[in-house]
């Protein structure tokens, strides 16, 4: 069979009807600069870049979805945190937007035209989809109120807040999910699917009791949200998420991609016929610090475990890919998918 665009072969696989191979996504993230050849830093700035160096990775590799993102942080410092931008490396947290529950009542949602670097992510989804956006599906990343919440108060003193004072963390968590639907809005108006990444929902984190409690009814009014624009968001959850698997699944989202740690093929037999899977070969482990005999002994062993998987499955890593990650391994996961066809 030829090979397919991206597009076509998600609209032949969506139907029911042969495809050239599997979908296959090896999430390469902020080392399309080692592609591209610019520094990270660039990303935060120049919107051109941010899209060229997607574009680039993209046309390299060639694998099944183009994502605008680059740290967790965007939408924390849109409502005041400060953050730490490193010459070529990855924004990381400086400090957060509130110090006390008083500081709450300050906060205000970001508006994505105008606060922090989400102009340029928007600007940049310009440039992104009058380049490929014909031939492969393009993304928002969006990182989940709940996770963005923590960052807005502080990881530390979040948890503290989570426990002693639930309605002002449920206040936190409101504001928060009003700058992702501000956000998503933004994205989807200009034609993009938004993805959520929602890491501290994980149970390696807070339990299923919490989750369900502080983090679910936010991420279902977004993911609702989405729906209504005519979306399907798929939504990514680090580390132990079993316990969840059928929260996230019963909201109707487009995927589910799910960490190395979780059991792939439990996963697909569990929540398989409610939502495509995606996953989940180890960024770190295997595709930073791995052979490409190793990459291609994952990779396949991660395709028998979810290939068959009732609502579909797409090869992946189990989070985004370090920035150093070798090039020719990733190039030995895109060529197993395709020589399995």
């Not at 009058?130 to 599906?137: C, M, N």
């Amino acid at each position: 069979m030829d090979t397919m665009t991206p597009l076509a072969r998600a609209a032949a696989i969506a139907k029911g009807e042969p495809a050239d191979r599997l979908p296959c996504n090896p999430n390469v993230a902020n080392g399309a600069a080692r592609i591209y050849g610019c520094k990270i830093s660039q990303f935060n700035t120049d919107p051109k870049v941010l899209a060229a160096a997607q574009v680039a990775s993209y046309r390299r590799f060639g694998y099944d979805g183009v994502r605008i993102f680059t740290d967790l942080f965007a939408w924390a410092e849109a409502m005041g945190a400060r953050v730490t931008c490193p010459e070529d490396h990855t924004v990381d947290l400086a400090g957060p937007a509130v110090t006390g529950v008083a500081g709450i009542d300050a906060l205000r949602p970001a508006d994505p035209r105008k606060d922090g670097r989400l102009p340029v992510y928007l600007a940049a989804m310009d440039y992104l989809t009058e380049a490929i956006g014909d031939e492969v599906g393009c993304a928002a990343g969006i990182v989940g109120p709940f996770t963005n919440a923590f960052f807005l108060y502080g990881v530390d003193d979040a948890f503290r807040l989570m426990r002693k004072n639930p309605q002002a963390f449920h206040k936190l968590c409101r504001l928060s999910l009003e700058t992702c639907l501000a956000y998503a809005a933004a994205a989807m108006a200009k034609g993009l699917s938004p993805t959520i990444s929602e890491p501290l929902s994980s149970c390696t984190v807070v339990s299923p009791a919490a989750f369900r409690e502080f983090s679910l009814p936010y991420l279902k009014e977004l993911v609702e949200y989405i729906k209504g624009n005519g979306r399907m968001p798929v939504i990514h959850i680090c580390g132990v998420t079993k316990q969840i698997w059928h929260d996230v699944a019963d909201l109707g989202v487009g995927g589910f991609s799910v960490d190395n740690v979780v059991n792939l093929k439990d996963c697909c037999r569990a929540i398989g016929h409610k939502t495509k899977i995606l996953g989940h070969v180890d960024p770190a482990g295997v595709m930073y610090g791995g052979t490409v005999a190793d990459v291609r002994r994952r990779t396949l062993e991660c395709i028998l475990d979810a290939h068959d998987s009732p609502k579909g499955y797409v090869v992946m890593s189990g989070c985004s890919l370090p920035v150093e990650t070798p090039p020719e391994n990733i190039e030995a996961m895109m060529r197993v998918v395709g020589e399995v066809g």
